[in-house]
């Protein structure tokens, strides 16, 4: 009985390690301030909202862009992505294999994998209850697009409720 208390403690230890284990990637972290020296471009959307293309800190040789998106008042980065344009399909399976690969060596087995080579999508996710990396190939036919994605859910709901605020703001109260 005394040994299967410490299992148990040992593996509770582990899986709260491993929930806490996403960070970020590229160098940058989620829910830290985005440097603003960083930036290549703001993109502003029709919805108001904003994506950043930026320098990475860290690069990977396989990615040739980089994303951000902050929360619009705190300025925190939730949401961090790589992108790859390749020129056929198979390719982009190789590259979402190996670092599928990476991944899984680095933070465990995926919460939920789905490889459908198809024409449409191949995915990769791992998740913690409160952020996930997902690694997909989108095949165009004539190329392929190649996406890895960090998000924290808890900041992408921060940015929401922010969202409304700003745009609360924005509303002439006295014409209601």
Request: glycine share 4%; hydrophobic share 30%; net charge positive.
């Amino acid at each position: 009985m005394k040994y299967f208390i410490i299992i148990i403690c040992i593996l509770s230890a582990n899986i709260v390690t491993s929930s806490n284990s996403i960070q970020g990637a590229f160098g940058f972290n989620i829910g830290t301030k985005l440097n603003k020296s960083k930036i290549i471009k703001r993109i502003a959307l029709k919805s108001g909202d904003v994506t950043y293309k930026v320098k990475p800190i860290k690069r990977i040789k396989s990615i040739s862009e980089y994303y951000l998106k902050t929360t619009p008042s705190s300025n925190l980065i939730y949401r961090i992505w790589g992108y790859s344009k390749y020129s056929n399909y198979n390719d982009c399976l190789k590259d979402l294999s190996h670092f599928d690969s990476i991944l899984t060596k680095k933070y465990g087995s995926p919460y939920k994998k789905t490889y459908t080579f198809s024409t449409e999508s191949s995915y990769a996710t791992k998740a913690t209850p409160n952020r996930s990396i997902s690694v997909s190939c989108e095949n165009k036919f004539t190329y392929a697009d190649f996406f890895i994605t960090y998000l924290d859910f808890d900041l992408l709901d921060k940015s929401k409720k922010e969202f409304i605020e700003l745009k609360n703001k924005k509303i002439d109260k006295s014409a209601l």
